[in-house]
């Protein structure tokens, strides 16, 4: 989309407007922002309108980026913030203009009181940059302390919130900021991912399949211990043979919630890989799970209500 459009789109309520400083700080050669997104793979298009907004000297106050679980939103979302604030990516945690915030459980509101604003309220000549990991999960009086700071951020700011599913975010926070998709990995690149951090090409690719294009996923596969056992949950729930005793013993191996919840996502993506009549039916029972699983409903009893019947 062209400049002056995309700025229609969202706004200039949204935008930081230019000023010398700023003209003189964000990057401007092709060659300095190719070489902050170099080690992203994939993401052409995503990195494209990422660039575009450093070199057109525009950066709204507020980014969703949104997509799949592990292809790389936290990557770029850190990548963006360093060429903003002109910093190695290796240093950015050294960088006085950066935070990142991933909780474990839910993003309540003493994260955004505690943390965020206070980060916003600091004096500062650069850009400061608040990365907010998971965001979807955040409490509706985390979002309502946080609106203010969107309504009315402070000049050279930007909070990025990284989602896998922007429609569980209250619409207060996500009318507010531009979002910028991420799509799933092809299969060769997942496997250089997965080599290039030193899996060997054999188990590689057989992670690159089951996590349909995640290689953020099939690290986690490979780091539980957990292949064979998700292997398994596809195939039973490709088959229809014996769903509920895979589904329960893969989750039971998941200690948090959030974790299995991601696990399912993983799963309805296994399964939307792969051709079949009995796809469509599994898809809408493991969507069904997953709001269970959210809801924390017992495991043995939310597997059994939905799989039961499928042996």
């Known amino acids: 989309?062209?400049?002056?459009?995309?700025?229609?789109?969202?706004?200039?309520?949204?935008?930081?407007?230019?000023?010398?400083?700023?003209?003189?700080?964000?990057?401007?050669?092709?060659?300095?922002?190719?070489?902050?997104?170099?080690?992203?793979?994939?993401?052409?298009?995503?990195?494209?309108?990422?660039?575009?907004?450093?070199?057109?000297?525009?950066?709204?106050?507020?980014?969703?980026f949104c997509g799949p679980f592990g292809v790389g939103k936290a990557t770029a979302a850190r990548l963006f913030a360093a060429a903003l604030i002109r910093t190695p990516p290796d240093r950015l945690e050294r960088t006085a203009g950066f935070i990142h915030i991933t909780p474990e459980t839910s993003f309540g509101v003493d994260l955004i009181r505690d943390q965020v604003i206070p980060f916003f309220s600091l004096r500062r000549d650069g850009w400061r940059v608040a990365v907010l990991d998971g965001a979807e999960r955040m409490t509706r009086e985390a979002a309502n302390a946080l609106l203010k700071t969107l309504e009315e951020p402070p000049p050279r700011s930007l909070i990025v919130l990284v989602v896998m599913r922007p429609e569980e975010l209250p619409s207060t926070i996500s009318s507010r900021c531009v979002s910028v998709p991420f799509s799933r990995l092809t299969f060769e690149q997942t496997v250089d991912v997965l080599c290039g951090v030193g899996v060997v090409r054999e188990m590689a690719e057989k992670a690159a399949i089951l996590s349909a294009g995640s290689p953020g996923f099939a690290l986690q596969l490979i780091d539980d211990d957990l292949l064979a056992v998700f292997a398994d949950a596809v195939e039973t729930l490709l088959t229809g043979r014996g769903c509920e005793k895979a589904v329960v013993t893969l989750l039971r191996k998941v200690k948090r919630r959030e974790r299995m919840a991601e696990m399912l996502d993983g799963l309805v993506a296994a399964v939307s890989s792969r051709e079949g009549s009995r796809c469509w039916d599994v898809l809408q029972r493991l969507q069904r799970l997953h709001r269970d699983i959210s809801a924390n409903l017992n495991v043995g009893l939310a597997v059994s209500a939905i799989f039961g019947g499928a042996k």
């Open 1 to 64: 989309m062209a400049l002056a459009n995309w700025q229609d789109a969202v706004g200039r309520r949204f935008l930081s407007p230019p000023t010398d400083r700023r003209r003189r700080s964000i990057l401007k050669s092709e060659k300095e922002l190719q070489d902050y997104f170099a080690q992203l793979v994939g993401q052409r298009e995503a990195v494209e309108r990422l660039k575009r907004m450093l070199s057109n000297e525009w950066v709204p106050h507020g980014l969703m």
